[in-house]
């Protein structure tokens, strides 16, 4: 908890009260953390694996609008609003997470002020995150818009230099989801990418090949 940047400002003593505030629980692949519409009354710190956050239409059509690992923090929005959960969390490989109930997390954002500061920077975080990606949908075409999502997963995992490993347990359609398009074209495209050089396609892994080259395309 102490390298989260939610709770990296408070000290030994009260990190030690938070933890013994949290509940420990497992997850397998596949499995739901919450499910959109759930209400908002506790926040999830990741310790070990990943997930995905899930939007779903009315029609049942999905779009995947981040992934998250360890050390990181979701639900966060549905705790301050206190408004139903606007998506759902799915562990997209085996996951290990602490569950902090709301009443504990406002107590310390008015007893330690720099934690409220934290999290308002998550939130402008994820706030310019999702302003990117609606500009990738509407201004990319499907090539720009995988390498774009591609380099940005490699970022939020701290992967750098080349080749970096993409092994986030996500699914073609998965990736389909994050940038609206289908499967069938998600895989038309991860081919292109890598019959420029681009990308190598390892199994159920993407490694980057050429990140310059794959920032070109995204027009970065």
Same mark, same amino acid.
């Given at each position: ?56 239409s009315v029609q049942g059509d999905e779009l995947v609008l981040a992934t998250l690992g360890?050390? =990181?923090?979701? $639900? %966060?929005? &549905?705790? +301050? @609003?206190?408004?139903? #959960?606007? !998506? *759902? /969390? ?41 302003? =990117?990606?609606? $500009? %990738?949908? &509407?201004? +990319? @075409?499907?090539?720009? #818009?995988? !390498? *774009? /999502? ?56 993407? !490694? ?13």
């Amino acid at each position: 908890m102490a390298r989260t940047t939610l709770f990296q400002s408070l000290g030994e003593d009260a990190l030690l009260s938070v933890a013994r505030s949290c509940v420990s629980r497992n997850f397998s692949r596949g499995q739901f953390l919450f499910y959109q519409g759930d209400p908002g009354d506790r926040l999830f710190i990741i310790v070990s694996g990943l997930v995905k956050v899930v939007f779903t239409s009315v029609q049942g059509d999905e779009l995947v609008l981040a992934t998250l690992g360890p050390r =990181e923090v979701v $639900g %966060e929005m &549905a705790v +301050l @609003d206190q408004v139903p #959960r606007s !998506a *759902s /969390v799915i562990a997209t490989k085996p996951t290990r997470a602490l569950l902090l109930n709301r009443p504990v997390l406002l107590g310390l954002m008015h007893t330690h002020p720099p934690v409220m500061d934290a999290l308002l920077k998550l939130l402008g975080g994820l706030v310019r995150r999702l302003t =990117e990606q609606t $500009g %990738e949908l &509407a201004f +990319l @075409d499907l090539r720009g #818009r995988l !390498a *774009s /999502v591609l380099l940005r997963l490699a970022h939020e995992r701290g992967l750098a230099g080349a080749p970096a490993v993409l092994d986030l347990g996500l699914t073609q359609s998965d990736l389909g989801a994050m940038i609206g398009a289908s499967r069938p074209a998600v895989n038309r495209g991860l081919q292109s990418l890598a019959s420029s050089g681009l990308i190598e396609l390892r199994g159920p892994c993407i !490694a980057l090949i050429d990140p310059a080259g794959l920032r070109r395309q995204s027009g970065n």
